[in-house]
C-alpha cells in the first residue's frame, strides 16, 4: 500500500470521556493521583474502592463540584474545564448520588422539573407536571406517586426519584453510586432494567458499588481506585472477586464475614408481643455474646421495632424485659440510661451532626462524664476522642474537622465509635454497613466480635442478605409489620429466606 492510499479501516472514535494525569489536593491530603481512566460510549463501567480512596472525590471532579488540581479532562476528544455543574450538566454529565440531594418539601413531580418547571402565563403549571412525572415514572418501572410529598417517600425511593431525574434530563455521562443500597429487591430490578435499557441507547454508565456482585452482574468494565491512585481497569470477562479484592484492599474475601463462636450468656433484652407504629405481636431476645438478625423488605417493620426498643416511638402493646425486668422505654434518655444503643439507618440525618467536628461527634454521649457543672474537660474530651479515632481507624485529618468532610465509611465509624465510649449494652444497628466498603465492612464486623467478647449483645438489621445470613446467630423474617419465620445460625436457605420476606 502505497503513502497516498487511504486507510483501509476508519480512526477508532475517542472515548467519550477521558481523564489525564488528573490531580486533586485539598491542602496537604492528596485525594486522587494522576489519574489516567477513559470511559467508552454506551458501556457500564465500575469504580471500586474502598472509602476514602478517592471514588467520591472523582465523582465531584467529574460534575463540576471540585476544581482538579492538575491534569486534563476530554469531553469527545475535546479538552473542557469542568469548572461548575452547570457546564457538567450541559455536556449531558449528571449524577445520582447515595445520599438523595432533592428537596424533600417539594413534591415528587417537582423535583423531577427543578430548574425547568413547566410555566405558563408565569404561573406554575403543577398539575401538568405531575401528569408528565407520572408518565414518566410509569414508563421507568418505578411505583412511585408523581404527587406525593419526596420526604414521605423511603430513601431508597427518592433515590429512584433522583434517577428519573436524570433521565429527563438526557443525560450522556450518568453516574450512580451506590444506587442500590436502600432499594428493595423489586427497585433494584427496576432500576437494573433502566440501567440496561440506558446503555443501549447509548449512554455512558458509571457504576460505583460496594457490593461486587451487582458490578459483576451488569458492568463491562471495572476500574480499581486505592488511596487515590488507579491500581488497575480489567474486563468483567477477565477478573473476579478476590482479584478486585485484592487490588483494592490486600485481603481475601474469606477474611471479610470473619464471625468468633462465642458463648451465650444471660438474656439482655426479651420482647412479649410487642406492638408499635408499622410493627405488630413482635417476640424475640437477645442475649450476651449473641446478634440477632432482622431481614426483610423496606417497610417491613423492622427499623419501627428497634426504633422503639430506643425509645423514639414507644410500644403502644406487649412488654418489653430489661435483663428479666419489666421496663417502659417512653424516651430515647430512657433507652440510653439502661444501656440501648442506635446506629441508625441514616447516619447523615440520625446519627451526626455533620456540620461539628469529629472529636463532638465521638464524644456526644458522654459529656456528662466529660464535665464538671457546666464546664467540659478540654483535655480528658481531647483525650476520648483521640482514643476513639485512633481505635476506630477513622482517616481524619484532624479531631476538629467536620464530620461532613469524611467518607460515608469513616462517618458510620464514627457513629459506632459514638457509642463505644458510651459503653452501651445492647447495640441496635440499622443498617450498619451501607454505603461502605469491603475492608471497612471487616473491621464494623471486627468492632462487633469485640462487643459480643465484652458481653454487648447486638441486634442488626440488613437489607444485604449475605451479611446477616452470615453473622446472626438467629435470624428473624419480618413481613408487612409481622416476624414471620425465625431461623437459627444458616439452618435455611438464602431461596427460603427470601421467599419468606416477599410472601410468594
Same mark, same amino acid.
Given at each position: 500500500m502505497?503513502?497516498?492510499?487511504?486507510?483501509?479501516?476508519?480512526?477508532?472514535?475517542?472515548?467519550?470521556?477521558?481523564?489525564?494525569?488528573?490531580?486533586?489536593?485539598?491542602?496537604?491530603?492528596?485525594?486522587?493521583?494522576?489519574?489516567?481512566?477513559?470511559?467508552?460510549r454506551?458501556?457500564?463501567?465500575?469504580?471500586?474502592?474502598?472509602?476514602?480512596?478517592?471514588?467520591?472525590t472523582?465523582?465531584?471532579?467529574?460534575?463540576?463540584v471540585?476544581?482538579?488540581?492538575?491534569g486534563?479532562?476530554?469531553?469527545?476528544g475535546q479538552?473542557v474545564?469542568?469548572?461548575d455543574?452547570?457546564?457538567?450538566?450541559?455536556l449531558?454529565?449528571?449524577a445520582?448520588h447515595?445520599?438523595?440531594?432533592l428537596?424533600?418539601?417539594?413534591?415528587?413531580?417537582?423535583?423531577?422539573?427543578?430548574?425547568d418547571?413547566?410555566?405558563k402565563?408565569g404561573?406554575?403549571?403543577?398539575?401538568?407536571?405531575?401528569?408528565?412525572?407520572?408518565?414518566?415514572?410509569?414508563?421507568l418501572?418505578?411505583?412511585?406517586?408523581?404527587?406525593?410529598l419526596?420526604?414521605?417517600?423511603t430513601?431508597?425511593?427518592?433515590?429512584?426519584?433522583?434517577?428519573?431525574?436524570?433521565?429527563?434530563?438526557s443525560?450522556?455521562?450518568?453516574?450512580?453510586?451506590?444506587?442500590?443500597?436502600?432499594?428493595?429487591?423489586?427497585?433494584?430490578?427496576a432500576?437494573?432494567?433502566?440501567?440496561?435499557?440506558l446503555?443501549?441507547?447509548?449512554?455512558?454508565?458509571?457504576?460505583?458499588?460496594?457490593?461486587?456482585?451487582?458490578?459483576?452482574?451488569?458492568?463491562?468494565?471495572?476500574?480499581?481506585?486505592?488511596?487515590?491512585a488507579?491500581?488497575?481497569?480489567?474486563?468483567?470477562?477477565?477478573?473476579?472477586?478476590?482479584? %478486585? *479484592?485484592? /487490588?483494592?484492599i490486600?485481603?481475601?474475601?474469606?477474611?471479610?464475614?470473619? =464471625? !468468633?463462636?462465642?458463648p451465650?450468656? @444471660?438474656?439482655?433484652?426479651?420482647?412479649?408481643?410487642l406492638?408499635?407504629p408499622g410493627?405488630?405481636?413482635?417476640?424475640?431476645?437477645?442475649?450476651?455474646?449473641?446478634?440477632?438478625?432482622?431481614?426483610?423488605?423496606?417497610?417491613?417493620?423492622?427499623?419501627?421495632?428497634?426504633?422503639?426498643?430506643?425509645?423514639?416511638?414507644?410500644?403502644?402493646?406487649?412488654e418489653i424485659?430489661?435483663?428479666?425486668?419489666?421496663?417502659?422505654?417512653g424516651?430515647?434518655?430512657?433507652a440510653?440510661?439502661?444501656?440501648i444503643?442506635?446506629?441508625?439507618?441514616?447516619?447523615?440525618?440520625?446519627?451526626?451532626c455533620?456540620?461539628?467536628g469529629?472529636?463532638?461527634?465521638?464524644?456526644?454521649?458522654?459529656?456528662?462524664?466529660l464535665?464538671?457543672g457546666? %464546664? *467540659?474537660? /478540654?483535655?480528658q474530651?481531647?483525650?476520648?476522642?483521640?482514643?476513639?479515632? =485512633? !481505635?476506630?481507624r477513622?482517616?481524619? @485529618?484532624?479531631?476538629?474537622?467536620n464530620?461532613?468532610?469524611?467518607?460515608?465509611?469513616?462517618?458510620?465509624?464514627i457513629?459506632?465509635?459514638?457509642?463505644l465510649n458510651?459503653?452501651?449494652?445492647?447495640?441496635?444497628?440499622?443498617?450498619?454497613?451501607?454505603?461502605?466498603?469491603?475492608?471497612?465492612?471487616?473491621e464494623?464486623?471486627r468492632?462487633?466480635?469485640?462487643?459480643?467478647?465484652?458481653?454487648?449483645?447486638?441486634?442488626?438489621?440488613?437489607s444485604?442478605?449475605?451479611?446477616?445470613?452470615?453473622?446472626?446467630d438467629?435470624?428473624?423474617?419480618?413481613?408487612?409489620?409481622?416476624l414471620?419465620?425465625?431461623?437459627?445460625?444458616?439452618?435455611?436457605s438464602?431461596?427460603?429466606?427470601?421467599?419468606?420476606?416477599?410472601?410468594?
Amino acid at each position: 500500500m502505497s503513502l497516498t492510499d487511504p486507510p483501509s479501516t476508519a480512526a477508532a472514535p475517542a472515548p467519550l470521556l477521558s481523564l489525564h494525569q488528573l490531580d486533586k489536593r485539598f491542602g496537604a491530603t492528596h485525594a486522587l493521583k494522576a489519574v489516567d481512566l477513559s470511559f467508552e460510549r454506551g458501556e457500564i463501567h465500575a469504580i471500586v474502592g474502598e472509602n476514602g480512596a478517592g471514588k467520591s472525590t472523582l465523582i465531584k471532579v467529574l460534575t463540576g463540584v471540585h476544581r482538579r488540581t492538575s491534569g486534563e479532562i476530554y469531553w469527545q476528544g475535546q479538552s473542557v474545564p469542568l469548572n461548575d455543574p452547570h457546564e457538567a450538566i450541559g455536556l449531558g454529565i449528571n449524577a445520582v448520588h447515595q445520599e438523595v440531594v432533592l428537596c424533600p418539601h417539594l413534591t415528587v413531580a417537582a423535583n423531577l422539573f427543578l430548574g425547568d418547571e413547566a410555566v405558563k402565563f408565569g404561573l406554575l403549571q403543577h398539575g401538568t407536571m405531575v401528569r408528565e412525572g407520572q408518565k414518566l415514572l410509569d414508563s421507568l418501572g418505578f411505583s412511585l406517586p408523581a404527587g406525593a410529598l419526596l420526604s414521605s417517600l423511603t430513601i431508597g425511593q427518592q433515590q429512584l426519584v433522583a434517577t428519573a431525574r436524570a433521565e429527563r434530563r438526557s443525560a450522556k455521562f450518568l453516574i450512580f453510586d451506590e444506587p442500590t443500597a436502600y432499594l428493595t429487591r423489586q427497585e433494584s430490578d427496576a432500576l437494573f432494567r433502566l440501567i440496561r435499557q440506558l446503555k443501549a441507547n447509548g449512554t455512558t454508565i458509571v457504576y460505583i458499588s460496594h457490593r461486587l456482585e451487582e458490578v459483576f452482574e451488569l458492568c463491562d468494565r471495572v476500574s480499581v481506585l486505592r488511596d487515590g491512585a488507579l491500581v488497575g481497569t480489567r474486563l468483567i470477562t477477565e477478573t473476579n472477586e478476590n482479584d %478486585l *479484592i485484592a /487490588l483494592m484492599i490486600n485481603r481475601s474475601i474469606e477474611q471479610i464475614y470473619h =464471625k !468468633d463462636q462465642i458463648p451465650l450468656g @444471660a438474656t439482655i433484652l426479651e420482647t412479649k408481643g410487642l406492638s408499635g407504629p408499622g410493627f405488630n405481636n413482635i417476640s424475640l431476645s437477645v442475649r450476651e455474646g449473641e446478634i440477632v438478625g432482622l431481614y426483610g423488605l423496606i417497610g417491613a417493620g423492622r427499623s419501627e421495632f428497634v426504633q422503639s426498643l430506643f425509645g423514639r416511638f414507644p410500644a403502644t402493646g406487649g412488654e418489653i424485659l430489661w435483663q428479666g425486668n419489666r421496663v417502659v422505654i417512653g424516651s430515647e434518655r430512657t433507652a440510653m440510661d439502661l444501656g440501648i444503643a442506635l446506629a441508625p439507618e441514616s447516619r447523615r440525618d440520625q446519627g451526626l451532626c455533620l456540620n461539628l467536628g469529629v472529636g463532638f461527634n465521638i464524644n456526644l454521649p458522654i459529656f456528662d462524664r466529660l464535665s464538671t457543672g457546666p %464546664l *467540659i474537660n /478540654l483535655p480528658q474530651e481531647a483525650k476520648a476522642a483521640e482514643r476513639q479515632i =485512633k !481505635d476506630m481507624r477513622i482517616k481524619t @485529618a484532624s479531631r476538629q474537622a467536620n464530620a461532613s468532610s469524611l467518607s460515608g465509611g469513616n462517618q458510620q465509624k464514627i457513629v459506632i465509635g459514638k457509642w463505644l465510649n458510651h459503653g452501651a449494652k445492647l447495640f441496635l444497628f440499622d443498617e450498619p454497613t451501607v454505603g461502605v466498603d469491603v475492608g471497612t465492612k471487616a473491621e464494623i464486623y471486627r468492632l462487633m466480635g469485640q462487643l459480643l467478647h465484652q458481653g454487648a449483645g447486638i441486634i442488626m438489621i440488613s437489607s444485604y442478605l449475605p451479611e446477616v445470613y452470615e453473622l446472626a446467630d438467629r435470624l428473624h423474617v419480618f413481613r408487612r409489620g409481622s416476624l414471620v419465620a425465625s431461623h437459627d445460625f444458616k439452618d435455611a436457605s438464602h431461596e427460603t429466606i427470601l421467599t419468606e420476606a416477599i410472601g410468594v
